[in-house]
């Protein structure tokens, strides 16, 4: 029956027609309408688009790789693992929820130990071959140790380029120039934070 409805039905609303019958099957035919199709007004708007921008001197690209746009600071690109103000040593405190919370399961690492019975990281590792900057590693980081900086630019002939934790480490000349930059990259506090966080009052 429903069978039957489906094959009776008006399709003149839905569809519309193709008219093929004027299409022309002889050579010379064929020719004019391709020179017809393409000689018809869009091409010269096209041409007039171009010129006027050509008179107007107005650069619409820039020479990358020598010249480079600017990023937001919000642009989630290859991680940057923080160093602490203080001591310079590692953010990073080896918790491990930003492995555990990885959708791509491209972040390893390992803790020890050390000599004054405290944990530290002693592997630490992302496969930015399989990662797809979600962010959510440095949104989940307790201690804003990994954040996502602003090197998008990580194409390399070495696998091992794309695991290379000391090359998201800050450098340690950095941090004593004073050049680790605290509020930028995804993952990192704002300039403005504690205006925004609501204070926990003492007397709770
Ligand atoms: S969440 Fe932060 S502190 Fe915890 S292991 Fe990852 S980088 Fe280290
Ligand atoms: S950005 Fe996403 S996929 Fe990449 S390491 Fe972090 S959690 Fe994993």
């Known amino acids: 029956m429903k069978n039957e409805q489906f094959n009776n039905r008006d399709i003149s609303n839905e569809y519309f027609k193709v008219d093929i019958e004027d299409y022309p099957t002889d050579p010379w035919g064929k020719f004019t ?6 000689f018809r007004g869009e091409l010269f708007v096209g041409l007039w688009v171009v010129m006027r921008e050509m008179i107007k001197f107005d650069t619409h690209t820039i020479s990358y790789p ?15 693992m923080k160093r602490l103000w203080e001591s310079d040593t590692e953010r990073c405190i080896g918790c491990g929820l930003c492995e555990k919370i990885c959708i791509s399961n491209c972040i390893r690492m390992d803790t020890k130990i050390d000599e004054h019975s405290r944990k530290e990281v002693s592997e630490y590792t992302i496969n930015l071959g399989r990662c797809i900057f979600c962010g959510y590693c440095a949104e ?18 070495q696998r091992e380029h794309f695991i290379d934790y000391a090359g998201m480490l800050t450098p340690l000349d950095k941090m004593k120039a004073g050049t680790q930059k605290e509020f930028e990259g995804f993952g990192a506090i704002t300039p403005h934070e504690d205006e925004r966080v609501k204070k926990t009052p003492l007397a709770y």
């Open 33 to 38: 309408r391709v020179v017809k199709r393409t």
């Open 66 to 80: 020598m010249e480079k746009m600017p990023i937001g600071p919000r642009y989630r690109a290859v991680h940057e």
């Open 140 to 157: 989940v980081c307790p201690e804003l140790a990994i954040t996502h900086g602003g090197e998008y630019e990580n194409a390399s002939e």
